[in-house]
């Protein structure tokens, strides 16, 4: 997955989903000795917080998105169910 989609110079640290979409959040990788850092990342396009970069983001099609709430709400039941709900 990082060769396809994710930037070089970043290295992934987390993940997260709305449901809409997977966000990868991480750090950039220091830059070799002599080199200069470059400004490519757009932190105010990427919707950067004030910890993590965000490095990438994937809108999730339909059909994903589907998936992910059924899955949420099979894994809901089996917590109540184990809970005695």
Same mark, same amino acid.
């Given at each position: 997955? +990082?060769?396809?989609y994710?930037?070089?110079? #970043?290295?992934?640290i987390?993940?997260y989903t709305?449901?809409?979409?997977?966000v990868?959040?991480?750090?950039p &990788?220091?830059?070799?000795d002599?080199? !200069? !850092? $470059?400004? /490519?990342?757009?932190?105010d396009?990427?919707?950067?917080g004030?910890? &993590?970069?965000?490095?990438l983001?994937? +809108?999730l /099609?339909a059909? *994903?998105r589907? *998936?992910?709430? $059924? &899955?949420?709400r !099979?894994r809901n039941? !089996? *917590?109540g169910? /184990? +809970?005695g #709900?």
């Amino acid at each position: 997955m +990082r060769d396809k989609y994710m930037p070089k110079g #970043f290295t992934p640290i987390r993940g997260y989903t709305n449901g809409e979409e997977i966000v990868l959040c991480g750090v950039p &990788d220091a830059p070799p000795d002599g080199a !200069e !850092e $470059t400004s /490519a990342h757009n932190c105010d396009e990427m919707g950067c917080g004030s910890i &993590d970069h965000v490095i990438l983001r994937i +809108r999730l /099609a339909a059909h *994903q998105r589907r *998936q992910i709430a $059924t &899955d949420i709400r !099979e894994r809901n039941n !089996e *917590q109540g169910a /184990a +809970r005695g #709900f």
